[in-house]
Structures are given as structure tokens and as C-alpha cells.
């Protein structure tokens, strides 16, 4: 018990000086990218082998992700589970196209235009007559003054797309006040958004470089 | 004994000494308690020396004829007297009232109980003492043989009601003990005066003859003779009884001093001056029913011993024969019952050790109640002689029996009321309620209806080729960028071309992108295509040779290691943009069949991403495009980055246009129609954009119209549904 938790200890600092090592590394490569004569500095090399592995690892996360979905629905057959018919498709379905592949590497493609693109693209339009009820339904559920703005907003958008049919662009909404509804005001959102996204990213990464936070280390 | 201890002074004198030789008061008692003393008094009220009918023979001879004179002839009694005596007789009540004159009994007798056969017998061996004081009562009930000091005496009592006594005691002259002084000083002393220095019996008999002083006058008036003459005829012993009584009330004076009433001390002193003859009596008589100093309710003995203690002195043989035990044996029990006359002896004391009482003084002629008696009087301070005012220990008040309370509460009907509506709500909030299942209703027809105008609004226009609508005049400035530079690219320039769009949005992507493509390729450079979407490297093939996605783009006919090179998909995220941001050849060395890229001729020279010639990112996601904007754009140089995006991330990656970060932009189906219009191709075929742009233009004024009709509905039925159910509530 006393030794598990000595390597445990032992794990969490080598990790930590791992991730705060390679993080500084990394940095100080976008400091000290060239040599003198143009070649690539050291720190450079070092960064560039840090970030092939990861995404080796990342490359790697996705092959485990498929073994994972393969495990769960499989797992969900074997208990006979809500919806396990569903599960019993999915894994039909990989099998099916991981075997098309390899036994046919040329036509593995028309898997994906026939069948996920349309599919894809169906869902979509879906979600078109979805949004189009939603609207309709909105101030029946939720009748207030930003579920009105929510709505005169979308109207506004829509009308200075496209031109109307047999009338053309409105004198003042195309030109006007659809630019200025989507470049000044949710382009001041966005950036605000942006912005906090930025500075988010700064901290987390100043935290991790000064171990303040170590997701690697699970819950400690 | 060494001599007798004066009553007054309390100084000791020589037993032949008949009076006080410092004080000059009377030694030897001449007093006897009176037969019909009531039990109230307990004490002897007056030691009037009264004569008894049994004591005949040791009488004097004019003293028995008037005892038998007396018993035997009552008519003989004069009016006044008779008017006296039948009102005392008439008023006088045994139990409470105060006791009468005391040597007067009802019948206006001369009386003496049988304990006072001692004293009287003694009383018939000094015919001196004896004589006087008898002669006076004898002489009321014997008209003729009455002497003269006793027909003054009567005139005394026609000038004021308690005249006689006092010319009673007057003449009783020297032989009348200190009390007999006392009380013949009551007529020249104030009321109030009276009633602290008489006794009690005689207070109530001055109360009862001044009531009755307006009926009784007249009378005394009409048959006694003036007490002028009377005075005149004062005999020498009732002067010698004068003298006595100015001592005495010289004496009275020094008494106050004492403050016996209230000052217990000074009851024990005064107990220290008793006579002998007195030392034996006071604890016979302690039972007392009259306004005791100290009433020892539960029979008590602290008041008894402490008489003990007081009278603890030599008495004689006489006295010391009479134990308290006796005395208390004969001792009526309760208040109502009158003396015996075997507590006769109890009861005597004289009044000057009455006056000594404290109670007695204060509470004049009080009777106490059975209550009162169970209660305790207090016997100092200002509660003095006040009982049940205090308890009579401490934590020992007013013990009671708790009260009981009714257990039923008291209510009103109104609050009858009230319970039993709050018993109902409460009852009914136990009991389970079947939940009302809110019926959201789908109305699969509207969704129908609106499925169907849609559906009709966007193939009815590409079915029938109708144009409805006219080309879109408007040219966003960024998309004339993104026209500019794409016109301004060398011929067999290398491209890179980013694919990061999922298959959902591949058909607005495609239309968007088309015709910036298809101007791309009329300028013949060299494409490398990669994608950081798994989707992205398939999307890429269809775009360039699938003719439903763009016949003008795959009208080019680019093949696969000639005029493009395509990467397939770059893993790691961000990492793997900036790692092939730095390093290219290293990110994604192979093609998507498998092939060295980087020896291919499309990307002959190609070391770094700064070596392309533009990079153009295809994204419906804003991260995607972020993550190319931030991570490549270190190292692109002075690469353009061109970017066509769908509609709905414009306004995340429009900052990035405006920020310089990217020069040219495309946004969605709008913007490709816009491109579309700008550029014109040789053969002047349009682009799937134009197709397209009908149906959309006719979709988005049918969604419009429902979106806009059927909200003011919504918005009404809302209205009145709430309406409806606030009209329910109510």
C-alpha cells in the first residue's frame, strides 16, 4: 500500500515534469525556430518530434475510439438492451466497410457518397423543417420579449440573404441591415467570444506549464 | 424567694410590703378572672376581683347578703344598671364578642368562677382590699345596703358611661392591683388612648355603652343622684385608691417604654417583672381564641415554650401545683365554646401584662376566624398583628393543590371553521393525484404541411427551371478578395486546399466553393489536397471528379498524382496543423492511396507551408478554420489564406478577414453565387449556384411566411390558452 502510493507519487511528479517540460520546449521553439544560417534550431527538432507524437497518439486515440464503440454496442447486444437492434446494425455496418475496404481499397469510397453523405445531408434538411417549426411553435411556448427579438432577428437575416421572388433585393435589408445585423452585431459577439476563448487558452496553458493543472495525473 | 417582685418596676421588694416601695404600686394582686370570661380573650380580660355565691361563707357579711341578694332578687336592680346589664346580657356573645365587665355577670352579678376561689378566699382574709372593691357591684343590685362610696360610685356612672368603673376602681383605693389603676384611669383618658392601655374587655364595654350611651343616659340621669355630691363623699381608701392611681399612670408612662406590643424583648422583660401568683397562669391560658401575638396553627408549641422560658421563675407552692398540662386540659376547645370554669385561673392576668400583648392593643375585639387562626399574625415590624400575610416559613407559603385545566380547547366557531378547512386541504394533499400528462400536441400535420412547402418550394424551381428571382447584385468585398487572388495565381502554382467539411454541409459547401474552384483550376495550378476531418479526404474526391457535385469542377478532370496530390487526413488536431505547419513533409508524407507525396510532381519544391501559393481552407466549423488561421499562420509567410465557409460561422471567422488574417472570403450559398456572378467563364456556363439560387430564394420566402405566420398564430393561441387557464385558476 505504501509502495503503490510512493509510485503513484513518483508517477505524478515524472509526469508533471514531462508535460511542463515539453510545454516549454514546444514554446520556446516558436522562439527560437532557426539557427543563424537558416537551419532548423534544436529546439525546433525537439518540438517537431514532441508534436509527431502526438499526433501518432491522436491517430492512435481514434483507432481505440473504434474499439470502444465496437465493445459498448457489443456489450449492449449481449445484455439484450433497449435498443440493441440499433447496436446490432452498427457493428453490422463496420464490419461490412472495414471488410469493403480491405478486400476492395478503390470502391470503398462510393461507401461513403452513397450512403453517409446522403444520409447526412437527409438529416440536415430535417433539421431544416425542424428549425421552421421550432420557430412557429416558439411563441406558444415561450412568449417574451427575447423569444421575439430571437424571431424578428431571424426574419430580418433570412429576407436580406436571397432576394425576394419576383421582387428582388429589398431597398436597405440586403445591403444594409442584413451586413449589419451579421458583421456588427453578431461579429461583436463573436469576437467577444473569441477573445475569451483566447485569453481561456492562455491560462490553461500557463497553468499546465506551471503544473497548477495536471489533467494527466486523473483527479489529483 | 427573697421578696416580691413589683408588677411594675419589676424591682424586688419585701414580701410584707403590700405596695411598691419604689413605685409605690400595688403588690399583691387583687384580681380573679371573671366566670364568664369568653375563650376568646383566653387571658383574663380584667382581674376584677369579682365574689362568688360559693365563696359566701368566707365573705363578709355585707358581701355574701349581696351575692344572695343578688341570685335571689333581680327586680331590685336599678333600671340603669338593669339597662346595663340587660344589654350586655342581650349583646354579650360567649364566643367573639368581647367579654363583659369583667366581676358583672349576665345578670349583673357579682361572678367568679370557681378557679377564683383561691384568690377569693385570700380576698376574704384582707377585708381591706376585698370590701371596696365589691361593695360598689354588690351595691348595684342592692339598693339599700349599698354604702356610700358605692352610691358615688353610681353617680360617676350617670356622668359618663365608664365613670363608675373608674369611681369603681377609684375606690377600690390602694387594695386594687396596677390593672385596677389602669382602669381607673380610662375615664379621663382619650379613646384612643383607652384602647392601647385597657384591657379588652373594657374597651368593648366602653364600644358597647357608647353605642347605647344616648339610651342609657336618661336613665342614669333620672335616678342617680349628681356625682357632685357624690365626690364629696369620698371615703379615705378611695383616695389612698386615687393616689395609687396617679402612680399607676406614672407607671403607665414608663410602660411605654417597654412598647410591649410590638417589640418582643420587652415582653420578656416585662415577664420578668410578673408577680409569682402570675407565673403559673400564663401557660394555662395559652389556648386563647382572642387575637393571640402568635397563633400557633398547627399546634405549634414555640409560643408555649417560649412562655416557659418567660415564666421560669419562682412560684408558689399554690401555682407550681397547677400544671400546663392542666390548664391546657381545661382549656375550651375552639373558638365558639365558652370558658369552663376550670380555666378560670388560665385566663388571669393582669392587664397591665395584657397591654403587654401587642396584638391585643392593636387588634382590639378581633375574633379571628378559623382561617385565621390556621394562619400565622405577625408580631413585629409594620405587619404587626396582621396574620396570613406572610407564610409561615419560608418556601412554606400557600401550598395548594395545582389547579387543573380543562383539556378541551376552547374554540369559537369560526375557528371551528378554519380547522376544519385546513383538515380538508391537508387531507387532500395526502391523497395521490392522478398527474396530469401535459399533451404536447405534435400535430404531425403541420410538420407535414410545412415539410411539403418546403420540399415544394425548393424542387418546384429546379424541376420546372422558372427563374423567379433575379441574380444577386450584391459583391461582398471579401469575395472580391478571394476573386482577386485567385485571378492573380500563377499558372501551375501550388495550392494547398483544405477539405474540413463534414458531409452534412458538403452541399452548400460544394455549391459555395464550385465556382472559386472551377476559376482555380482554369489556372491550371498544382493541388495538394488534405483534410483534418476523416470525411474531409473523400469529400475532396467527389468535389474534383464527381460531376453531381460540381460538373464545371469535375469538367477539369485533375488526376491523382499529376495535377493534384491528396494527403487524406491529418490527425492531431491543432498539433498536427502546426506540425504541418513547420514541417509538411513530415505531417503527411503519403497520399491517400499510399504513395511518397512529396515525390510527386505537384509538390516538386514544396518544403514548407510558406512555399504554396495560396492556402485555400473549405470549412463549415469555425474551429477548423481557427485552428488553420492560428496554427499555420506563423509560418505561412506571406501566403494568402482564403477561406469559403458556411453561412453560419461567418460571423466567427468574419474577425479574422477584418483582422487581416485571411484575405479572401466565401460564404455559403450567397456568397458562391456572388462569386459565380463575378467571375464569368469563357463558355459563360453557370455554376451550380445559379441553379440553385431560385430554390433558394423561393425556400427562404416560404420559410419566412410560415415562420412569420405561424408565429403571430402561436402567438395567439398562447394568449388565449394562458388566458383560459388563469380563467380556470381563478
Request: glycine fraction near 10%; proline fraction near 8%.
Amino acid at each position: 500500500m505504501k509502495r503503490t502510493s510512493l509510485l503513484s507519487s513518483v508517477i505524478a511528479i515524472a509526469s508533471t515534469a514531462i508535460a511542463i517540460a515539453s510545454g516549454v520546449l514546444v514554446l520556446a521553439g516558436y522562439f527560437f525556430a532557426q539557427k543563424a544560417d537558416g537551419q532548423a534550431s534544436l529546439l525546433t527538432n525537439i518540438r517537431l518530434t514532441l508534436l509527431n507524437w502526438a499526433i501518432i497518439l491522436a491517430g492512435f486515440a481514434i483507432f481505440i475510439g473504434i474499439l470502444s464503440l465496437f465493445q459498448v454496442h457489443f456489450k449492449k447486444i449481449q445484455n439484450k438492451q433497449k435498443g440493441s437492434v440499433y447496436s446490432l446494425l452498427l457493428i453490422i455496418s463496420l464490419v461490412a466497410t472495414f471488410l469493403f475496404g480491405l478486400v476492395k481499397p478503390g470502391q470503398a469510397e462510393k461507401v461513403f457518397t452513397t450512403i453517409q453523405l446522403p444520409v447526412e445531408a437527409s438529416l440536415m434538411a430535417l433539421l431544416t423543417v425542424t428549425l421552421t417549426y421550432a420557430s412557429i411553435r416558439l411563441l406558444r411556448r415561450r412568449f417574451n420579449l427575447l423569444s421575439v427579438i430571437f424571431l424578428v432577428t431571424a426574419l430580418l437575416i433570412l429576407l436580406g440573404t436571397a432576394p425576394l421572388p419576383f421582387l428582388g433585393d429589398l431597398p436597405g435589408l440586403s445591403d444594409w441591415v442584413r451586413p449589419f445585423l451579421a458583421h456588427v452585431m453578431a461579429g461583436a459577439g463573436a469576437r467577444g467570444i473569441l477573445l475569451g476563448m483566447a485569453l481561456g487558452t492562455l491560462t490553461t496553458g500557463l497553468r499546465i506549464l506551471f503544473g497548477a493543472d495536471r489533467p494527466y495525473v486523473g483527479n489529483k | 424567694m427573697a421578696g416580691v417582685l413589683c408588677p411594675m418596676c419589676g424591682k424586688s421588694n419585701p414580701t410584707e410590703l403590700e405596695n411598691c416601695q419604689f413605685c409605690d404600686a400595688r403588690l399583691t394582686p387583687l384580681s380573679a378572672s371573671t366566670a364568664d370570661a369568653s375563650p376568646d380573650q383566653g387571658l383574663p380580660l380584667g382581674p376584677a376581683p369579682t365574689t362568688s355565691s360559693d365563696s359566701s361563707g368566707d365573705l363578709p357579711d355585707w358581701l355574701s347578703g349581696l351575692g344572695k341578694a343578688a341570685s335571689e332578687d333581680e327586680e331590685e336592680v336599678p333600671d340603669w344598671l338593669a339597662s346595663l346589664s340587660g344589654e350586655e346580657a342581650g349583646t354579650s356573645v360567649p364566643a367573639s364578642a368581647p367579654a363583659p365587665e369583667p366581676g358583672l355577670n349576665a345578670t349583673g352579678s357579682l361572678s367568679a368562677g370557681p378557679g377564683g376561689k383561691d384568690w377569693m378566699a385570700r380576698l376574704g382574709s384582707e377585708p381591706q382590699s376585698a370590701t371596696p372593691e365589691t361593695t360598689p357591684q354588690s351595691g348595684l343590685q342592692g339598693k339599700g345596703e349599698s354604702p356610700d362610696w358605692l352610691n358615688q360610685l353610681k353617680e360617676k356612672a350617670i356622668d359618663s358611661e365608664l365613670a363608675p368603673l373608674g369611681d369603681e376602681g377609684k375606690a377600690a383605693g390602694a387594695d386594687i392591683p396596677d390593672w385596677l389603676s389602669n382602669f381607673g384611669s380610662t375615664p379621663g383618658t382619650p379613646e384612643a388612648a383607652t384602647g392601647e392601655s385597657l384591657p379588652e374587655w373594657l374597651s368593648d364595654l366602653e364600644a358597647k355603652t357608647g353605642t347605647e350611651s344616648a339610651a342609657s343616659a336618661p336613665i342614669f340621669s333620672s335616678e342617680l343622684p349628681p356625682s357632685s355630691s357624690a365626690r364629696d363623699e369620698t371615703p379615705s381608701w378611695l383616695s389612698q385608691f386615687q393616689a395609687d392611681v396617679n402612680a399607676a399612670e406614672e407607671q403607665e408612662a414608663k410602660q411605654e417604654q417597654f412598647d410591649a406590643a410590638t417589640q418582643p424583648p420587652a415582653k420578656e422583660n416585662g415577664t420578668g417583672t410578673l408577680p409569682d401568683w402570675l407565673a403559673g397562669i400564663k401557660p394555662a391560658s395559652t389556648p386563647s381564641d382572642g387575637t393571640p401575638a402568635l397563633i400557633a396553627t398547627d399546634g405549634g408549641t414555640a409560643p408555649e415554650e417560649k412562655d416557659d422560658a418567660a415564666f421560669s421563675m419562682e412560684i408558689p407552692d399554690w401555682l407550681s401545683k397547677l400544671k400546663p398540662e392542666q390548664a391546657a386540659e381545661n382549656t375550651p376547645e375552639g373558638d365558639t365554646e365558652p370558658s369552663t370554669p376550670e380555666n378560670l385561673e388560665a385566663s388571669e392576668l393582669p392587664s397591665w401584662v395584657k397591654a403587654m400583648r401587642p396584638v391585643e392593643s392593636v387588634v382590639d375585639g378581633a375574633k379571628a376566624t378559623p382561617q385565621e387562626n390556621a394562619q400565622v399574625t405577625e408580631q413585629s415590624g409594620p405587619l404587626a398583628g396582621l396574620s396570613g400575610v406572610l407564610p409561615v416559613g419560608p418556601g412554606m407559603g400557600s401550598l395548594r393543590k395545582p389547579p387543573v385545566y380543562s383539556t378541551i380547547l376552547q374554540v369559537t366557531d369560526g375557528q371551528q371553521r378554519y380547522a376544519d378547512a385546513l383538515e380538508r386541504l391537508i387531507s387532500s394533499e395526502t391523497q395521490p393525484q392522478t398527474a396530469k400528462r401535459a399533451h404536447l400536441a405534435s400535430n404531425q400535420l403541420w410538420r407535414w404541411v410545412i415539410s411539403g412547402l418546403l420540399i415544394l418550394a425548393v424542387v418546384l424551381p429546379l424541376i420546372t427551371g422558372i427563374s423567379v428571382t433575379q441574380a444577386s447584385k450584391l459583391q461582398p468585398p471579401e469575395m472580391v478578395n478571394a476573386f482577386t487572388l485567385i485571378g492573380n495565381l500563377p499558372t501551375n502554382a501550388p495550392v494547398l486546399v483544405v477539405f474540413d467539411y463534414d458531409p452534412a454541409l458538403s452541399a452548400e459547401l460544394e455549391t459555395a466553393a464550385a465556382p472559386l474552384m472551377d476559376h482555380l483550376m482554369l489556372q491550371g495550378p498544382r493541388l495538394t489536397l488534405i483534410s483534418t476531418s476523416p470525411t474531409g479526404p473523400a469529400l475532396a474526391e467527389r468535389l474534383l471528379h464527381d460531376t453531381s457535385a460540381s460538373p464545371l469542377v469535375a469538367g477539369h478532370n485533375y488526376q491523382a498524382g499529376q495535377q493534384y496530390v491528396n494527403l487524406g487526413y491529418l490527425a492531431g488536431g491543432p498539433s498536427g496543423v502546426l506540425y504541418f505547419a513547420i514541417s509538411p513533409a513530415k505531417a503527411a508524407p503519403f497520399t491517400l492511396d499510399g504513395q511518397q507525396a512529396w515525390q510527386l510532381p505537384p509538390l516538386q519544391g514544396i518544403q514548407k507551408l510558406s512555399d504554396f501559393a495560396a492556402v485555400i481552407v473549405l470549412t463549415d466549423n469555425a474551429d477548423s478554420g481557427r485552428v488553420w488561421i492560428e496554427q499555420a499562420g506563423s509560418t505561412i509567410g506571406n501566403t494568402p489564406i482564403l477561406m469559403v465557409i458556411s453561412a453560419q460561422v461567418e460571423p466567427l471567422i468574419l474577425p479574422y478577414y477584418d483582422s487581416g488574417q485571411i484575405k479572401g472570403l466565401v460564404t455559403g450559398l450567397a456568397g458562391g453565387e456572388a462569386y459565380g456572378q463575378t467571375f464569368v467563364r469563357p463558355d459563360a456556363q453557370t455554376g451550380l449556384a445559379q441553379r440553385y439560387w431560385n430554390s433558394f430564394s423561393v425556400g427562404i420566402l416560404v420559410a419566412e411566411l410560415l415562420v412569420l405566420v405561424g408565429a403571430l398564430w402561436s402567438a395567439f393561441t398562447g394568449w388565449r390558452a394562458r388566458r383560459d387557464k388563469s380563467g380556470e385558476g381563478v
